[in-house]
Structure formats: structure tokens, C-alpha cells
């Protein structure tokens, strides 16, 4: 049971340049997120999806795209990086009881140049 | 919005000693969950401990202990006989509707042996 994996772990990128990342759970998880994480600022939801073939917008959307296509995968593309998007990037997913909390990925670097 | 403030950007605990970690948080609901996380260097997010707002008792898991005062929307973690592996950022984070987790800034703590 692998829980939350993310890949990739580590990526640079050149300003203008777009790259997916993704998140892919085998425990049946019906709420899936992404946040990122900057210093000072905690981690900050920018997008998540509810179920298979929906999503929503966080409180930072902006420059990033998402899909659910299947259940157990959700992808967070950007299709033009910016250096503004440097960061730590973790995907998480509950099935849908609040009490347990998430199950984290182990993030992934993003350094854009 | 909910929003969590951690006061404490760092602190620094003796070995063996106790120290607290300071939550505020604002809610409209009144059916929440609050949870503190652990996250070492590694980068990994582990949940240290939850509390059910409807529950007036504080949750307790071995060592680690919270302080929930619902009225004064408080939730502090307390970290008994601190450990060296103690060492980690610590964030708290309140479950709103939508299973949407919201975290604060996070605390540095750092143990000295």
C-alpha cells in the first residue's frame, strides 16, 4: 500500500517552460488537493477536486491548471512557470471523513529560473 | 474563511524538558476538527494529533498533548520529555467544509541537548 505518491521529487525549470505534476493514491480517496508551501506562509490550498472529473479552485490558483481524470490520479500542470512558482508541492487526499486528517505525498521541489 | 495564526515563528526546548506551541484560529462553523502535523527535514507531513470540536476532552497521544479552549478558539500542543527527534517544523490547521484543510505559518522547534 504505497498511500500518496508524488512524482517528481525534484524538478528546475526555465522561466516560460510548462510541466506536469502528479499525484496518484491507491486508497479509494474520494477528496484529492494540492498546496504549496513557501517560508513564512505555511502550506496554502490551490486547488482540489471532490471526485472523479471535478475540481476547484483554492486560495491560490493562479498559473496553475488541474485534471481528475481518473479517481486515483490528480494532476497540477503549469503551463508557463514563473519564478513566483518556486516552491514545495504536496498532494493529499482523504476519503472523505474529516476526523483522520490527510495523507500527505512527499512533496516535490520546483526551483524555475 | 477560517484562518489558524501561529504566533511563534521558533522555539527551543531542553531535552527531556516541556515546551508549548501557541494556535489561534477563527471559525463560522461550529462541527470542526483541528490537527497539529509534524514536519522534519525530511519534508514528510506527519499528523501528530486531531481534536473533534464537539469533544470537550484534549486529546492526548503519548507525549504530545493539546489545550483546546473552544471560547478563546485556542489550540495549543504541548510536547512533553522533549526528544532530539522532536526537532521539526510544527503546523496546526483547522478542517473546514468541503474537507478543505487550512494551515497556519508554522513553529521551528529546535531541542537542545
Known amino acids: 500500500n504505497a498511500g500518496v505518491t508524488q512524482t517528481p521529487k525534484f524538478r528546475v525549470l526555465k522561466t516560460g517552460q510548462s510541466m506536469t505534476l502528479l499525484c496518484a493514491q491507491d486508497?479509494?480517496?474520494?477528496?484529492m488537493y494540492w498546496y504549496r508551501q513557501d517560508p513564512g506562509m505555511g502550506l496554502r490550498l490551490i486547488h482540489y477536486?471532490?471526485?472523479?472529473?471535478?475540481?476547484a479552485k483554492g486560495e491560490v490558483p493562479d498559473g496553475y491548471n488541474v485534471s481528475r481524470l481518473k479517481k486515483q490520479n490528480f494532476l497540477l500542470g503549469l503551463e508557463s512557470a514563473a519564478p513566483s512558482q518556486t516552491s514545495v508541492y504536496f498532494c493529499?487526499?482523504?476519503?472523505?471523513?474529516?476526523?483522520?486528517?490527510?495523507?500527505f505525498g512527499s512533496g516535490t521541489r520546483l526551483t524555475v529560473v | 474563511a477560517q484562518t489558524v495564526t501561529q504566533s511563534q515563528p521558533e522555539m527551543s526546548v531542553q531535552e527531556a524538558e516541556t515546551v508549548t506551541l501557541s494556535c489561534t484560529y477563527d471559525t463560522s462553523e461550529s462541527d470542526y476538527y483541528l490537527f497539529w502535523y509534524k514536519q522534519p527535514p525530511s519534508r514528510q507531513m506527519i499528523l501528530v494529533i486531531r481534536?473533534?470540536?464537539?469533544?470537550?476532552q484534549n486529546a492526548t497521544e503519548n507525549r504530545f498533548s493539546v489545550n483546546f479552549q473552544k471560547a478563546a478558539k485556542s489550540f495549543s500542543l504541548k510536547i512533553s520529555d522533549s526528544q532530539l527527534g522532536d526537532a521539526a517544523m510544527y503546523f496546526c490547521a483547522s478542517m473546514e467544509y468541503g474537507n478543505k484543510l487550512v494551515f497556519g505559518a508554522g513553529t521551528i522547534l529546535r531541542v537542545k541537548s
Open positions: 477536486s471532490v471526485g472523479e472529473g471535478t475540481t
Open positions: 486508497m479509494n480517496h474520494e477528496y
Open positions: 493529499a487526499s482523504i476519503k472523505g471523513h474529516r476526523d483522520y486528517g490527510y495523507t
Open positions: 481534536q473533534e470540536a464537539y469533544k470537550q
